[in-house]
């Protein structure tokens, strides 16, 4: 300090305002260059309000990542390995013979061996599938192999055991899934179609992101990505929120205009954007983490016929039942699936489907990840290296010179301590949403990233998403007026502009999720009070409608934690009647102390209330509660009878 001061009086007057000038040279670069990427109001002061969107007709929020509700809550999480050991066989790609390639490492087999000796017996069984589209058939008879050994290309995924040379003892067991090349008809289109990756992880919200994974976070500020910082969910949970991005269609639009997706067979017939792809010369993949929690298999019946060229699911099948599964402390879903990380079977299978195939022809893949921080979110600090590894990954190997890239999620936390905070409402209803173009379209569709970097400030939905995908298959078509997504005729490519104006429900998103508008807490009466028990009449009324009352308990209110009144009401509602304002009610009922939150229509003299209890919220976790029934919506609502807690509902 002392020195500083000493050389800062020596210099000459003249150097100093030199000096002076080049830090405010340096403030205003920090500035501006802020103010492109993050959100609006970087450059007001502190205090002032900041906003992701400042539009006519949405003024979306910005939350400071680490406010004192937040810092309150959380304790940083340190990466949890599978396995301490270094791999004894390892896979390469061997680019003359087309075929992959085991080795066997020398070094990890002295130590593991704890011999000098060059012996071992390794052998692998070949996953069997094909008999039904989500399962496996069994495991393959064991087969020896030696060092470099060349792995068949009917094979695409084994097990693989390692034991001493006298066969007594087991060095190391371990795992393999292969994307195979398949030679295909080289690419006739002289228009070349832009391949698209999507990268998935559930539940991770905007603010998350900023504040668990800061390293992704700077990563994803690399030329070529865009956040669509505007970015809004449609719906509750992952199944709904997937569907329409990959559909354009709402489950219930879907059911009654194709078929109901919770029917065998169903989901076969929806038009899935891969449909579309493959039917346009690319080559498909997709590929999930847990079993349980598959987003066509949990509550719904799968795929009778392999929806995908390359369909990771079966082999997934196996990896849980063949393999040695663990779970990280306080997680509900499988973290190891043997000596790895379950994420990184689905993200080297992206990475593999990508070396094969990127830089020759269009692809299009869906990878996605259940269980990194579904049940815990401050998993994603632990996990956050990880992550930007696949990222370098798939940089080192030159896929961001080919590929489009989506890195987004379904929707934030819905349950767990964040659900206590104010920003809950936030946190919940805005999953990040990245879009990566690589150099060549840039360079091609200059009008194209205008638009979308426009729209990084704009209000958009999981529809346009779809219509995004529906243009880049179309992108030499013409293809200014398109209707591409069923349940939201006024949604379109994020490659043109957005209107400024744009609100809610002109991107189908329901109040109830819509995150434009601002509320502020209003003292807790008689009326706020008033207004939760009439929730809470409303969804014993849903429940008795749905003939549960034999099933699931009645509710009374217990308590309510939070009402929020919006600030101002836009002129689409004004014709609903003098009195009508827009609520958040957060509570607690008796029975389990299961917790709700809903966004109501209600009139405080007259008592009318208006709500659709399908988009009451339950934020807090459900399924013990509601394991009685089967029904995605039924079970929000449920505390079985057979599972009620006594000691609670007084
Ligand atoms: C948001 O937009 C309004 C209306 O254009 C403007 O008055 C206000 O200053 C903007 N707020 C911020 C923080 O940019
Ligand atoms: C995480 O690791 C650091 C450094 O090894 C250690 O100091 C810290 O206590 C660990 N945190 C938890 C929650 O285990
Ligand atoms: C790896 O080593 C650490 C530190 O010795 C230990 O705590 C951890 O349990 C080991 N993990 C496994 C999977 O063996
Ligand atoms: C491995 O399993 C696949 C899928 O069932 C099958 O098609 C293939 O013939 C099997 N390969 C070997 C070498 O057993
Ligand atoms: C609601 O308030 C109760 C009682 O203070 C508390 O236990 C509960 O965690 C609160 N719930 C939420 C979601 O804020």
Redesign the pocket.
């Known amino acids: 300090m002392m020195l500083k001061m000493k050389t800062f009086t020596s210099v000459s007057y003249k150097k100093c305002i030199l000096c002076i000038f080049i830090l405010f040279l340096l403030i205003v670069w920090k500035i501006t260059s802020y103010g492109v990427n993050d959100v609006l109001t970087i450059k007001y002061n502190e205090n002032q309000k900041r906003f992701y969107v400042n539009s006519s007709n949405c003024q979306m929020a910005y939350v400071e990542p680490f406010n004192a509700e937040f810092t309150k809550l959380y304790t940083p999480k340190n990466f949890t390995r599978c396995s301490n050991q270094s791999d004894l066989v390892t896979v390469h790609f061997d680019s003359i013979l087309k075929q992959y390639v085991l080795h066997v490492d020398e070094e990890v087999l002295h130590k593991l061996s704890q011999s000098k000796s060059n012996k071992f017996a390794c052998f692998y069984q070949?996953?069997?599938?094909?008999q039904s589209a989500d399962h496996?058939?069994r495991m393959?008879k064991k087969?020896k192999f030696t060092h470099d050994y060349v792995v068949?290309l009917?094979?695409?995924g084994m097990l693989v055991e390692c034991r001493s040379g006298d066969e007594k003892r087991i060095l190391q067991e371990d795992a393999f899934s292969f994307v195979q090349y398949q030679k295909t008809s080289p690419n006739l289109d002289i228009d070349r179609k832009a391949s698209v990756i999507m990268y998935g992880i559930d539940t991770v919200s905007r603010t998350n992101l900023r504040r668990l994974m800061p390293v992704v976070f700077g990563f994803l500020k690399s030329p070529g990505w865009y956040e669509m910082m505007g970015y809004n969910k449609v719906a509750d949970n992952t199944y709904p929120n997937i569907f329409s991005i990959l559909t354009g269609y709402s489950p219930n639009s879907a059911k009654n205009q194709i078929c109901d997706t919770t029917q065998p067979g169903c989901l076969d017939k929806i038009p899935f954007i891969w449909k579309d792809m493959k039917k346009n010369g690319y080559l498909t993949a997709y590929a999930e983490d847990t079993v349980f929690s598959n987003i066509f298999n949990y509550m719904k019946p799968g795929f009778l016929s392999r929806p995908t060229d390359y369909y990771f699911r079966p082999l997934l099948d196996a990896l849980e039942k063949e393999t040695i599964k663990l779970y990280c402390p306080g997680c509900k879903m499988v973290y190891c699936l043997g000596r790895r990380l379950a994420n990184s079977y689905i993200f080297d299978y992206c990475r593999q489907f990508m070396q094969r195939y990127v830089a020759d022809r269009p692809i299009w893949g869906f990878f996605w990840s259940n269980h990194i921080s579904h049940d815990d979110f401050s998993m994603l600090s632990a996990m956050q290296h990880k992550i930007v590894g696949d990222l370098l990954n798939f940089e080192k190997d030159g896929s961001f010179e080919h590929t489009i890239m989506i890195f987004f999620s379904d929707h934030g936390s819905r349950f767990g301590p964040l659900m206590r905070t104010r920003e809950s409402f936030l946190e919940e209803r805005q999953p990040i949403m990245f879009i990566y173009l690589p150099p060549w379209f840039r360079e091609k569709y200059p009008r194209y990233v205008e638009a979308l970097a426009q729209n990084q400030n704009r209000l958009s939905s999981n529809f346009d998403i779809y219509n995004t995908l529906k243009h880049i298959i179309n992108i030499e078509g013409l293809v200014e007026d398109t209707k591409w997504s069923y349940d939201c005729p006024q949604c379109q490519s994020l490659f043109y502009e957005l209107p400024e104006s744009r609100s809610c429900s002109e991107a189908a998103i329901p109040e109830a999720y819509c995150t434009c508008h601002n509320y502020e807490e209003v003292q807790e009466d008689h009326g706020t009070w008033r207004m939760a028990e009439l929730v809470v009449d409303r969804i014993n009324q849903f429940l008795q409608y749905h003939n549960l009352q034999n099933l699931c308990s009645s509710l009374t209110l217990k308590l309510v934690n939070i009402t929020e009144v919006r600030i101002t009401e836009s002129d689409e509602h004004v014709s609903l009647g003098k009195g009508l304002r827009h609520y958040h009610t957060k509570f607690q009922v008796h029975q389990n102390l299961a917790e709700f939150f809903a966004t109501v229509l209600y009139d405080r003299k007259t008592e009318e209330l208006q709500i659709n209890v399908e988009l009451i919220s339950r934020i807090n976790i459900y399924r013990p509660d509601a394991s009685c029934l089967d029904d995605n919506i039924q079970k929000l609502f449920c505390i079985c009878l057979s599972k009620l807690r006594n000691n609670e509902s007084t």
């Open positions: 070949n996953i069997t599938y094909g496996y058939d393959g087969t068949p009917n094979v695409q």
